[in-house]
C-alpha cells in the first residue's frame, strides 16, 4: 500500500524557519517525482514544489527563494526546509506523489500543519 | 501564476448532473491536456477523481466525467449521491509548474 507521512509542522514565528519531512513507503521511491502542496485554513491548494527524478526542483514564485525542497533516496524521504516564514505561509501541508511520468497526483499525505505566528 | 477559476458553489438534487467549469488560459489550462480532479472532504487529504482531462482513476465512480474546451475544463458528476458533497479543486500542469484552481464546494440538497 502506499503511503506518505508528513511530520515537522508546528507554531513558528514570523521569520523563523522550519523542516517538514515526507517518509514514503509502499513503492519505488526512486521512479516518482514528489511535491509539496499547501492548503491555508479554509482555502484552497497551493502547488509549493517539486523535487524530481532527474533532481530537478522547482517552485512557485510565492516561495522560490525563501523554501527548499530536498531529497534522501536512501531514507524514501522528501524534505521541505521553510526559511523567512511569513504569516501568509500558514497552512495544512500535504507531500504527494506524481503519478508515474504524467503531471498529476495520484496519492497523498494526510498533511501537517504549519502556523506561522507570533 | 494565477489560481484557476472556478465557481464557489454548485449544488443538485440527489440523482441530478451538475457541471464544474475550471477556466485558466493557454499558458496552462488550454495549452496541455493535463488537467486533473480532485475531491476533498473536510479534514482529509484531496483524492484523484479525473486526469489527463477525461480518465478515470480505477475505483473511482463512472458518475465523474471530464472534459475540456479550449481554455476552460469541467468536471460532470451525474446521478449525484450525498457520499459527493465535498470539495472540488481543478489542477493543471502549467510548464514546469502546477496551478490548481480556486475551489467549488458541492451540496447535494
Known amino acids: 500500500e502506499v503511503q506518505l507521512v508528513e511530520s515537522g509542522g508546528g507554531l513558528v514565528q514570523p521569520g523563523g524557519s522550519l523542516r517538514l519531512s515526507c517518509a514514503a513507503s509502499?513503492?519505488?521511491?526512486?521512479?516518482?517525482?514528489i511535491h509539496w502542496v499547501r492548503q491555508a485554513p479554509g482555502k484552497g491548494l497551493e502547488w509549493v514544489s517539486v523535487f524530481t527524478t532527474a533532481s530537478n526542483t522547482f517552485y512557485p514564485d510565492s516561495v522560490k527563494g525563501r523554501f527548499i525542497i530536498s531529497r534522501e533516496n536512501a531514507k524514501n524521504s522528501v524534505y521541505l526546509q521553510m526559511n523567512s516564514l511569513r504569516a501568509e505561509d500558514t497552512a495544512v501541508y500535504y507531500c504527494a506523489r506524481e503519478a508515474l511520468n504524467n503531471n498529476w497526483f495520484d496519492s497523498w499525505g494526510q498533511g501537517t500543519l504549519v502556523t506561522v505566528s507570533s | 501564476q494565477s489560481a484557476l477559476t472556478q465557481p464557489a458553489s454548485v449544488s443538485g438534487s440527489p440523482g441530478q448532473s451538475i457541471t464544474i467549469s475550471c477556466t485558466g488560459t493557454?499558458?496552462?489550462?488550454?495549452?496541455?491536456?493535463?488537467v486533473s480532479w480532485y475531491q476533498q472532504h473536510p479534514g482529509k487529504a484531496p483524492k484523484l477523481m479525473i486526469y489527463d482531462v477525461s480518465k478515470r482513476p480505477s475505483g473511482v465512480s463512472n458518475r465523474f466525467s471530464g472534459s475540456k474546451s479550449g481554455n476552460t475544463a469541467s468536471l460532470t458528476i451525474s446521478g449525484l449521491q450525498a457520499e459527493d458533497e465535498a470539495d472540488y479543486y481543478c489542477c493543471s500542469y502549467a510548464g514546469s509548474s502546477y496551478v490548481f484552481g480556486t475551489g467549488t464546494k458541492v451540496t447535494v440538497l
Open positions: 493557454s499558458s496552462d489550462v488550454g495549452g496541455y491536456n493535463d
Open positions: 509502499g513503492f519505488t521511491f526512486t521512479s516518482y517525482d
